[in-house]
């Protein structure tokens, strides 16, 4: 089907973006890669007139670390998350997860900030930043505001971005010493968006675990910190049955997703076997 007649605008500034977005309002979507608004478009379940194209504004686009943390423009093709010395480095779960994503066409098009504030429910990177405890940066009418990433899913397919906002750069703390983090995946096997998909990052110190995030996809209507999980890690020693008993835990508290072709129980059996992968992944990573 074909998307109905928009006009394509293609700023060059988040200035220029943020004003197109004012002027046209309701009417306007901001385009990244387009890999999910497009598909919605020729659907006609997204029937925007204004598209405001943002792919390709100077300095929106790339990874830095500054102050303690890696920087994220939010043009950032997923593809660059992925091959990025300086993200592998310094926080090798964001390129792990990133590689994940689709295949190579959907990495080089997708873009961080894109995947973020579509919220798709099944979509990688929203988990990762839940755990890595990022910062998102949105720039609108009324100034510049950081959100931390614990409020900026709300439901489904819905952020904390006001209307006219752009979400400019994704701020992800560099892990502190002694800790580890990993990503663990159960793809669809036709579009390898995350059936499930585990994001862990621990820390361990005097060879108990200090700390833990642990942020589940695909099985809920958005992302899930699995507080029971990690809250039964903390304290414990990093062996393999504090690890099981803990990731028995991870869809507490969560309304699993049911459909006709997988069952809420499945789901939740998923959660608990990829939860146990990639905490006790991310533990060996914290050595
Ligand atoms: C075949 C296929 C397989 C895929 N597989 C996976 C997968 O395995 N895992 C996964 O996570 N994803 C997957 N995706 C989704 C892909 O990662 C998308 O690219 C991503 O979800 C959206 O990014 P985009 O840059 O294409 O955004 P767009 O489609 O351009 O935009 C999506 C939405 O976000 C808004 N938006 C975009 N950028 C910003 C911004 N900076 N600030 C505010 N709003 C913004 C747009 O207005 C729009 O509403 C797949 C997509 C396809 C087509």
Do not use: C
């Not at 792990?96 to 990495?107: C, M, S, W, Y």
């Amino acid at each position: 089907m074909y998307p109905v007649p928009f006009e394509y605008h293609r700023a060059g500034s988040v200035d220029e973006a943020v004003a197109l977005l004012g002027r046209f309002g309701e009417s306007a979507r901001l385009l990244a890669g387009g890999h999910s608004l497009l598909p919605l478009m020729k659907l006609r379940l997204a029937e925007p007139r204004h598209l405001v194209d943002i792919r390709r504004i100077p300095g929106l686009s790339g990874v830095r670390e500054e102050g303690g943390a890696l920087i994220i423009g939010a043009a950032t093709p997923h593809q660059a998350l992925a091959t990025s010395p300086l993200v592998r480095e310094r926080i090798p779960m964001l390129s792990e997860a990133a590689g994940q994503i689709g295949d190579v066409q959907v990495r080089n098009m997708g873009t961080v900030g894109g995947s973020l504030a579509h919220a798709d429910p099944a979509a990688d990177l929203p988990a990762v930043v839940l755990a890595l405890g990022a910062e998102l940066v949105a720039v609108g009418a009324k100034g510049r505001r950081a959100i931390p990433v614990d409020r900026f899913f709300l439901k489904l397919f819905t952020t904390a971005l006001s209307p006219g906002e752009l979400l400019t750069e994704v701020r992800v703390p560099l892990p502190s010493a002694g800790s580890g983090g990993a990503y663990a995946k159960f793809p669809h096997p036709a579009t390898r968006y995350a059936v499930v998909g585990v994001a862990a990052l621990v820390t361990v110190s005097a060879r108990k675990i200090a700390a833990a995030r642990v942020a589940l996809t695909g099985v809920g209507a958005k992302p899930f910190r699995a507080t029971a999980t990690e809250a039964a890690l903390v304290g414990q020693s990093p062996d393999a049955s504090a690890v099981a008993a803990a990731a028995e835990k991870a869809a507490e508290g969560l309304t699993v997703r049911n459909d006709p072709r997988m069952d809420a129980d499945y789901w939740r059996a998923l959660a608990v076997t990829f939860a146990r992968r990639a905490v006790a992944t991310a533990l060996e990573r914290a050595g």
